[in-house]
């Protein structure tokens, strides 16, 4: 079999390695892929992911008999529509389902509608308007988001109402993140643990995959800004069985339900971003695709064949497959580039380790073969996944890969996994 995986980063390096398992794959296609990526894909880098046309050229042209369109974007603008309409299957929601990441106010309004629970929320199209509910007795700290896709940048978290109204113009004045910001979320603040939990579903039947704990934030102890992830673990200690039933009842059917019932069925990988608060689970986003860079600690632990499961969702036959797990851990480290999410320098050549442990893996995300040489080319430049029966070794083994790994300005959180440790130990 030809298969084609669109994208670019650390997560389409790990959904690739997973594919390559499989004995019918024969040659797989990575558009644009990156520099690491070529040594599992043959990558097509003048195609990128929003040139939905070329795309479905491509997949044309070399007789593809799936594809994978991992990113956001490319959902949201119909890729899988379009090579649907082309007469090849794929894996993904088609831009209508997808509306449940791509659009905040959908997504909270399908919540509100079908009673799944979530943090109380207002809509704004008006800056005006938004400032004046700030400034109206509202409690701090405070969530706002901006309604469309961001690159996992578009949700401020304000602790007073100076840092709420400067939140308010850089995304509905100064358009930060572009037309995403003409409308806003502005929602309570909940507190608990946060837990991602991926799941394959063909819109009907739905498989979990383990869940994990993602760290957004730049720095040690959750300090600085908001990243798209420095780092995961899986399984999420804080994810009990109790709580994965009460999920499956409360949030996981209704929302397949919800989208059946708005006449947009979700096939796919639909991301639960979920916050175990006092009052119970409640969904504190919804992406339309495997998470990333959680994609990179949960696929590791996937026992069943990858495309079996994702041609099964295609075909609307998951409830009949029984998806299996090690039942290992594992933990993902991200190199990151000096000075990212904001200026970071590119083009900084890197130094690979000869060997890795079995239980190692790279995976690629911000690199590029440039002269016969990998270098830099982005903010997250690579993820440090290890396996191991325990969280303890996964974490151990990982930090020492990733500090094999050289490059001019590397940087890399040191307390990836610490809150789950400390779980694990109470």
């Not at 939990?197 to 009907?204: H, I, K, Q």
Request: net charge negative.
């Amino acid at each position: 079999m030809n298969l084609l995986v669109v994208g670019g980063g650390g997560r389409e390096h790990a959904i690739i390695k997973k594919l390559r398992e499989n004995p019918r794959v024969e040659t797989i296609y990575a558009l644009p892929g990156n520099g690491g990526i070529a040594q599992d894909a043959v990558c097509v880098p003048e195609i990128g992911v929003k040139n939905i046309e070329k795309i479905v050229d491509f997949a044309k042209s070399r007789s593809i008999d799936f594809a994978v369109v991992a990113p956001d974007d490319p959902l949201a603008l119909g890729c899988v529509d379009r090579l649907h309409a082309a007469g090849i299957p794929c894996f993904g929601p088609d831009a209508k389902a997808a509306r449940i990441e791509s659009s905040k106010v959908f997504a909270k309004t399908l919540m509100k509608q079908h009673g799944i629970p979530t943090a109380q929320y207002r809509v704004f199209d008006d800056p005006a308007a938004a400032l004046a509910y700030l400034r109206g007795g509202t409690s701090f700290p405070v969530v706002v988001k901006a309604d469309g896709l961001a690159l996992g940048k578009g949700v401020l978290i304000p602790q007073n109402l100076q840092e709420a109204e400067a939140a308010v113009k850089t995304i509905m004045e100064d358009r930060a993140f572009g037309d995403s910001g003409r409308e806003i979320v502005i929602e309570e603040f909940l507190t608990g643990p946060e837990v991602s939990v991926l799941a394959f579903t063909d819109g009907t039947a739905i498989r979990p995959m383990v869940s994990s704990m993602d760290h957004k934030r730049a720095g040690d102890n959750d300090t600085g800004l908001n990243t798209g992830g420095m780092g995961t673990v899986a399984p999420n200690p804080y994810y009990t069985p109790e709580v994965a039933q009460i999920c499956m009842e409360t949030i996981f059917l209704p929302t397949l339900s919800a989208m059946r019932a708005e006449g947009c069925p979700f096939k796919g990988c639909l991301y639960f971003g979920l916050m175990l608060t006092p009052e119970g689970p409640k969904v504190i986003e919804y992406n339309c695709r495997f998470g990333d860079p959680e994609t990179q600690v949960v696929l590791p632990l996937l026992k069943t064949d990858l495309l079996t499961v994702m041609q099964a969702v295609e075909n609307e036959t998951l409830g009949a497959l029984d998806v299996e797990w090690t039942g290992g851990t594992a933990a993902c480290v991200i190199l990151a580039s000096g000075g990212y999410p904001e200026h970071y320098e590119k083009g900084k050549a890197i130094a690979l380790p000869d060997t890795l442990p079995e239980n190692v893996t790279l995976y690629h995300a911000g690199d590029k073969l440039e002269d016969g040489r990998l270098v830099t080319s982005g903010g997250r430049v690579l993820g440090v996944t290890a396996a191991a029966p325990t969280l303890k070794e996964a974490l151990t083994d990982a930090y020492t890969a990733a500090a094999a790994v050289e490059f001019e300005g590397k940087y890399l959180r040191r307390d990836i996994g610490r809150r789950a440790l400390d779980a694990l130990e109470d």
